[in-house]
């Protein structure tokens, strides 16, 4: 099994910047995909970025210019968030995989509010 835990939501003004990190705990040495994905009241969960222990990244468009993942090592990643807008509102979760196209690992969540 395979435990996630965020840290680093908060509430901000648009166009501030935050930083989230994702800590991987259990019987595990390595993920091979840790990434993030979001989900605002009364809409689908949604990727926001993935990266591989390869150093490969995929974002979504709508923050490609703004945010930035990294690997910090083989069980942590973070979310570097920056020009924050309002509609980045939502609650952050970072997921993982053991192995690329297996099953996702879920964290509980950190909640993101930006005002306006």
């Known amino acids: 099994q395979v435990q996630l835990v965020e840290s680093g939501g908060g509430l901000v003004q648009a166009g501030g910047s935050l930083r989230l990190t994702c800590a991987a705990s259990?019987?595990?040495?390595?993920?091979?995909?840790m990434g993030w994905y979001r989900q605002a009241p009364g809409k689908q969960r949604e990727l926001v970025a993935i990266?591989?222990?390869?150093?490969?990244k995929n974002y979504a468009d709508s923050v490609k210019d703004r945010f930035t993942i990294s690997r910090d090592n083989a069980k942590t990643v973070s979310l570097q968030m920056n020009s924050l807008k309002p509609e980045d509102t939502a609650v952050y979760y970072c997921?993982?995989?053991?192995?690329?196209?297996?099953?996702?690992?879920w964290g509980q969540g950190t909640q993101v509010t930006v005002s306006s």
């Open positions: 259990g019987i595990i040495f390595r993920l091979d995909v």
């Open positions: 990266s591989t222990s390869a150093g490969e």
């Open positions: 997921a993982a995989q053991l192995v690329y196209g297996g099953s996702y690992y």
